[in-house]
């Protein structure tokens, strides 16, 4: 939903030496809690999760969550403000993207650039759970998560379906939203499925590198079928047919 973060979530190594300035622990201890929410919100869900939970998971004190993150609504927006540089990511390759050549292959360009920082990341060890939170939590219409679509990925997706309307001129805006959320769907799924190794009899894997090639020619395919079927234009009845309604 997006290079890496310029500061990712890890645990920096903590000197043993009496002399580690105390401001280093103190930035050690706000990551790991970062962190441990990211994960546990990834692997449980934002209301399964309490704040002790976290605090046992970055081993630290249970004061100290609320200290430097305040309620649990705000350690969790905390997390994708923190990941914001993915967004950032995709806009400059969306921006990449439209100033390339204008032939056939600038929709695929854009949907690259859509998916290709999502699986980057998803396939770092840094940005592994914050994808599978992302693919989790935002199809759950909450009030978190809501504020968080619509700070954070709101703006995002009006560039992509800005860029794919001017591609499919032809078509209403209702129709690219549409197209941007069934690639939206595609997407999350391929960030979270961990089936597809079963079904492919091991010929595949969850994340499997060359199914991102497949990825952004099934989105774009299935954009290119679904709005030829589409007339934005009222439907009128001929007049000779008109008369001989009843």
Known sequence: MHCMASRPLRKTQRKTSSAAPAVEVRLDRKAAILLAAEKLFAQSGYHAVTIRQIAEEADVPLALVSYYYGQKHELFEAIFAHWNAT?????????????????????????????????????????????????????????????????????LANAFIDALHRIFAQATRGQMAWCYQFALGALMHHLSDTRVQRLSNNQSRPGDPAAQTMLVHFIAGGMRAAIAQCDPRPKVTPLKQRRSLP
Do not use: C, H, K, W
């Not at 990511?89 to 032939?103: F, H, I, V």
């Not at 290709?116 to 940005?127: C, D, F, H, I, Q």
């Open 87 to 155: 967004i950032e990511e995709r806009m400059q390759e969306l921006r990449d993207a439209e100033t390339g050549p204008a032939n056939a292959a600038r929709l695929e360009r854009i949907i690259r650039a859509f998916v290709g920082p999502v699986l980057r990341m998803r396939a770092s060890a840094e940005g592994e759970y914050y994808a599978l939170l992302v693919a989790r939590e935002l199809f759950y219409a909450t009030e978190v998560t809501d504020r968080v679509l619509r700070v954070y990925f709101d703006p």
